[in-house]
Nanobody
Framework: QVQLVESGGGLVQAGGSLTLSCAAS????????MGWYRQAPGKQRELVAT???????NYADSVKGRFTISIDNAKNTVYLQMNSLKAEDTAVYYC???????????????WGQGTQVTVSS
């Protein structure tokens, strides 16, 4: 199994910045891709950004140009640098990882517990 631990959420004023981190740990796994989703109150969970182990990225239109996702393969850690934050970015942010597991070999998806990001206007 793979455990994901997020950090870096908090309260920030509109226009400010935050960086989220998510570290994957466990045994007998290798990361295929990692990413971030978010869920605001009363709304469905939505994609924010994803990145493959090779560095290919994908962003939601709402965050393009403001957020940057990156990955440290040596540390199995994904980062989300969030700039020019808006009130509508307020949500619980969830880390996700697609990981290859062994014994038997398979691809599974894992989720973190979520971290709150609140942007005050």
């Amino acid at each position: 199994q793979v455990q994901l631990v997020e950090s870096g959420g908090g309260l920030v004023q509109a226009g400010g910045s935050l960086t989220l981190s998510c570290a994957a740990s466990g045994s007998d796994f290798s990361i295929n891709a990692m990413g971030w989703y978010r869920q605001a109150p009363g709304k469905q969970r939505e994609l924010v950004a994803t990145i493959t182990a090779r560095g290919s990225t994908n962003y939601a239109d709402s965050v393009k140009g403001r957020f940057t996702i990156s990955i440290d393969n040596a540390k199995n850690t994904v980062y989300l640098q969030m700039n020019s934050l808006k009130a509508e970015d307020t949500a619980v942010y969830y880390c996700t990882a697609g990981a290859f597991l062994t014994k038997p070999f398979r691809l599974n998806n894992f989720w973190g517990q979520g971290t709150q990001v609140t942007v005050s206007s």
